[in-house]
């Protein structure tokens, strides 16, 4: 009769070990990309894509931001400042998750990170609830993609 128990184990070690090792990746990698974010940003352009329910693009306007124009600061402490607002913010894998208040009560907004460089954030939310500009949308729209470019000041 023969055990294969040595082997077994040995695998089973390797995948474990394996494992953690993407773990350990996985959670240098988050507090990279958080130390990154940490830091005074500027807007730089301002995309809006307006989509039907068919997600056929209907419509793309790029504005190009004066300099200075909009800043928002993500402190290490977990706070964030914009020009006009603060909150907190918490990084969840590439969503910047913020919360703040408004009119009394809690807000959370969830942005995309789709770019992260020393020296470039480009921010992206899908916005669903369009029914307050829908008028200044084509007829057909169903949602917004809002494409944010910040360069680190």
């Not at 023969?2 to 695998?11: C, E, H, T």
């Not at 990309?33 to 056929?56: C, G, H, M």
């Not at 921010?123 to 369009?130: A, F, M, T, V």
Request: hydrophobic letters at 35%; one cysteine or more.
């Amino acid at each position: 009769m023969k055990y294969y128990y040595p082997r077994n184990i040995l695998l089973c070690t390797m995948l474990a070990l394996f494992l953690t090792a993407i773990s350990s990746c996985s959670k240098s990698d988050q507090a990279n990309k958080r130390n990154e974010l940490v830091a005074t940003w500027e807007s730089q352009s301002l995309t809006i894509s307006v989509y039907d329910a068919r997600n056929t693009l209907l419509q793309k306007d790029t504005e190009t931001m004066d300099d200075g124009a909009s800043r928002i600061t993500f402190n290490a402490d977990g706070t964030m400042k914009s020009d006009d607002d603060s909150g907190n913010w918490k990084l969840e894998g590439n969503t910047i998750v913020a919360t703040h208040t408004e009119g009394g009560s809690t807000v959370t907004q969830r942005f995309n990170i789709e770019t992260l460089t020393s020296s470039k954030l480009v921010l992206s939310q899908r916005i669903d609830d369009i029914e307050e500009i829908k008028s200044m949308l084509h007829k057909d729209a169903k949602y917004i993609v809002v494409v944010i470019d910040f360069k680190k000041v």
